[in-house]
Every structure is written in structure tokens, then in C-alpha cells.
T-cell receptor
Framework: GQQVMQIPQYQHVQEGEDFTTYCNSS?????IQWYKQRPGGHPVFLIQ?????EVKKQKRLTFQFGEAKKNSSLHITATQTTDVGTYFC????????????FGQGTRLTINP | DAGVIQSPRHEVTEMGQEVTLRCKPI?????LFWYRQTMMRGLELLIY????????DSGMPEDRFSAKMPNASFSTLKIQPSEPRDSAVYFC??????????FGSGTRLTVV
């Protein structure tokens, strides 16, 4: 069945360094969503990408959706300690479906 | 808006006991999802409802698990009898249309 894979599983950086997590799907996605989960917290919706090649920015966060709509990335510029958490990508199992398949997540830790 | 409300926040129970988890979705959200999160398996979709009707329960691990949504403002996930391997964080999420999910704070279940 469809899978959504994320790499790396873990990433440790020094505060101020950049961070990137990658998401790959075995099938074409109609859209992809990104979530952030702080330690001990719940996933919080960050953004949804819909169009092929789409790039969206939220302050220091840049989200990209691949041309083939099978991969995506989240890049954080100049990380801060508030960026600590696990970042998940998620996509619908089939186009237009309510049900999302979540990647395993990338856990980001930061050395202040 | 108070967001998605889950209760209890924590539950410790003995093996064999019945456990009921509760969720109040955001008013106006027409879809509700129950997820389970563990270190080993990540975020797994158990079941979801659309307009109070169960659509896909293929993620429910066994017959010991059941879920109901008697009205638009309330859902329950029941485990009977509970087993130690059911220990996990259970999240409820709701969604309007195809926008991002809003997750509740979760119920941390420990079965001893």
C-alpha cells in the first residue's frame, strides 16, 4: 500500500544552524500536509501544499512540494530552541480522501 | 474555540479492564479521526467518521476495540478487555472539509 517515508529519523543541530527534513511518497499525492509535535504535546497543523512545485514560507520555515507531487521538504533557517520537536508530513491515501497517512517523523533536537 | 477536547488526559488501568476514551470535536468539523501513537509504530489511524458515520475502521487492531459517534459533538473509543500492548497515546482529531487536522491533547493510556 501507499507509504510516506521521512528522512532523517533524527537530527541534532546547534542553535543557529539550518535543518531540513524530507518526505517521499510511493504514489502521487493530491496534497501534502506538515505538522509539528512538541515533546509531550500533540501534532499541530503547519501548512498544506497542493500544487506541483509549490513553495510556501512561514517566517524561517520553507515548505516545498515536488514537481511530481511525490516528495516534499521542510527547511528551517537558523534554528531556534523553540523549533525543537518532531515534524511529520502526511498525505491522503487516495486523491480527495479524508484519511491521511503520516510519515514516521523527523525528531529535531537543538543544542543551545 | 476550545479546540478538540479529549478526556481523560491520563488513564492507568489493569489488564482486562474496560477503558473508554472520549472526544469532543470542534463544532462544525464534519470528520473525526482516532489515532494511536507509539514509539515503534508512530501515528496509526484507527478509525474515522464522516458526518457521524464510520467510514473506515480498517486500522482498528482487534475486536477488542470499538468506536462510536452518537452525534456531531461526541465520540468514544472503547477497549474491552484492555491489554498491556494497548499502552499508547490516543489522539482524536477533527477536520472541516480537506483542511488540516486539529488534534486534541491526547489520552496517555497505560495498561499494567
Amino acid at each position: 500500500g501507499q507509504q510516506v517515508m521521512q528522512i532523517p529519523q533524527y537530527q541534532h543541530v546547534q542553535e543557529g544552524e539550518d535543518f531540513t527534513t524530507y518526505c517521499n511518497s510511493s504514489t502521487t499525492l493530491s496534497n501534502i500536509q506538515w505538522y509539528k509535535q512538541r515533546p509531550g504535546g500533540h501534532p499541530v497543523f503547519l501548512i498544506q501544499l497542493v500544487k506541483s512545485g509549490e513553495v510556501k514560507k512561514q517566517k524561517r520555515l520553507t515548505f516545498q512540494f515536488g514537481e511530481a507531487k511525490k516528495n516534499s521538504s521542510l527547511h528551517i533557517t537558523a534554528t531556534q530552541t523553540t523549533d525543537v520537536g518532531t515534524y511529520f508530513c502526511a498525505g491522503p491515501l487516495i486523491q480527495g480522501a479524508q484519511k491521511l497517512v503520516f510519515g514516521q517523523g523527523t525528531r529535531l533536537t537543538i543544542n543551545p | 474555540d476550545a479546540g478538540v477536547i479529549q478526556s481523560p488526559r491520563h488513564e492507568v488501568t489493569e489488564m482486562g479492564q474496560e477503558v473508554t476514551l472520549r472526544c469532543k470535536p470542534i463544532s462544525g468539523h464534519n470528520s473525526l479521526f482516532w489515532y494511536r501513537q507509539t514509539m515503534m509504530r508512530g501515528l496509526e489511524l484507527l478509525i474515522y467518521f464522516n458526518n457521524n458515520v464510520p467510514i473506515d475502521d480498517s486500522g482498528m487492531p482487534e475486536d477488542r476495540f470499538s468506536a462510536k459517534m452518537p452525534n456531531a459533538s461526541f465520540s468514544t473509543l472503547k477497549i474491552q478487555p484492555s491489554e498491556p500492548r494497548d499502552s499508547a497515546v490516543y489522539f482524536c482529531a477533527s477536520r472541516h472539509g480537506l483542511y488540516g487536522y486539529t488534534f486534541g491533547s491526547g489520552t496517555r493510556l497505560t495498561v499494567v
